[in-house]
């Protein structure tokens, strides 16, 4: 789903399952991508949407950048960035836990 410029990962049901398919579509020559409710892209944004879908689906690569941004405006790094993002990588997975166990 887009928004503006940004693109939000919409797999709900079984996101990995999502991110095989977007994977399946980044070999195909696309001259427009038709989507469920937000309208169509043509020529290059067609071709340029799946790519940009698959790194907006990538929540492990968002989720680092975050992280990166976020440890470089702390004042002390008493934490090695490892750990640090080890840490940020927990916190994130079990978020995901409660949420599927919640619904």
């Not at 799946?50 to 002390?76: C, F, H, Q």
Request: net charge positive; with cysteine; hydrophobic share 40%.
């Amino acid at each position: 789903m887009e928004a503006g410029d940004e693109i939000f990962p919409s797999g709900n049901e079984d996101f990995i399952l999502y991110q095989k398919s977007l994977e399946k579509l980044r070999s195909l020559d696309m001259e427009i991508v038709c989507l469920a409710r937000n309208g169509a892209f043509l020529g290059r944004d067609a071709k340029e949407y799946v790519s940009r879908s698959i790194e907006a689906a990538d929540p492990e690569g968002k989720l680092a950048r975050l992280a990166r941004e976020r440890y470089e405006g702390l004042k002390t790094r008493d934490i090695h960035w490892d750990v640090y993002l080890g840490l940020m990588r927990g916190m994130v997975k079990k978020i995901m836990q409660n949420a599927k166990k919640s619904r």
